[in-house]
């Protein structure tokens, strides 16, 4: 039977692993490569790397550091922060990256998303919407780690994403983020019935069944950060992934 992909995101704070509650408060997790090291014996389906710093401080997510990731890594992964140009793409891609994540500079130039797909392929580039409502209920898309207010919907964002050749949408709830109570079921649906290529949900996953409610909602894969980093009512810290077999019983 088909079963959804399950990616941890791994969110990069200098040169160590951080976790956030509503894109804030930074806890420190430990170290990428030991983090990639046990992954790898966890037999996961994909890794995603996020420097969230990178595009604030005017800079790419640290190539080197994303060597040492493919260096390690059984696993395909991605990895986002910082990338502006179709030539930082081609450096992280040929440091060992899978796939290259876009969020900033897919909303302050568009075009991007084509020149990167035209240069590795569709199926390398992913698009990141950050989407929190405002006090309306609203749906609104922040760019640079959550502080700016994007005009577009995320609708609108997702769609102009598919249009210019991007082969992936991550939708992430900054409201949901860290909070472990489930993702935005809303927001996850509005997206995957507005474009035809797969979407990724995340933001909120803290249980198993979390993961199958956003696959029900149309998402082709899950992801989350604390579910896979915490364990225990107080969340201490263990990197920690099902066994296949879990998986398979939670989305069948």
């Known amino acids: 039977m088909f079963r959804p992909r399950v990616i941890p995101v791994l969110l990069l704070k200098g040169q160590g692993l951080v976790k956030t509650v509503q894109f804030a408060k930074h806890r420190y997790i430990g170290d ?14 994909e890794l995603v790397f996020l420097d969230i ?11 080197d550091i994303v060597k040492q990731i493919g260096d390690e890594a ?4 991605a990895v ?13 891609i040929s440091a060992g990256a899978e796939k290259v994540i ?27 919407i950050d989407v929190k409502k405002n006090w309306f209920g609203i749906y609104q898309a922040f760019s640079k780690g959550g502080l700016e207010k994007v005009v577009e919907t995320p609708i609108d964002l997702a769609m102009k994403a598919e249009e210019l050749g991007a082969g992936e949408i991550i939708i992430n709830s ?9 993702y935005d079921l809303e927001l996850i649906q509005q997206i995957t019935s507005a474009v035809n ?6 933001g909120g996953a803290g249980k198993l069944i979390h993961l199958r409610e956003g696959t029900n909602k149309g998402a082709h ?28 019983n939670n989305f069948s």
């Open 102 to 128: 876009l969020n900033t500079a897919f909303v302050e130039n568009p075009r991007i998303v084509n020149e990167i797909a035209a240069l590795i392929g569709n199926q390398s580039v992913v698009v990141s």
């Open 74 to 77: 059984f696993m395909p992964f």
């Open 80 to 92: 986002g922060g910082g990338i502006k140009t179709s030539k930082d793409a081609l450096a992280l």
């Open 221 to 248: 894969a899950v992801a989350a950060g604390s579910l896979f980093v915490y364990h225990g009512a107080r969340n201490a810290v263990l990197i920690n992934y099902p066994e296949k077999k879990e998986l398979i």
């Open 32 to 45: 990428p490569i030991n983090a990639v090291r046990i992954f790898n014996d966890l037999e996961v389906d």
């Open 53 to 63: 710093l990178a595009s604030r401080e005017n800079r790419t997510i640290s190539i």
């Open 174 to 182: 900054i409201s949901n983020d860290g909070m472990m109570q489930g």
């Open 197 to 202: 290529i797969p979407v990724v949900a995340c």
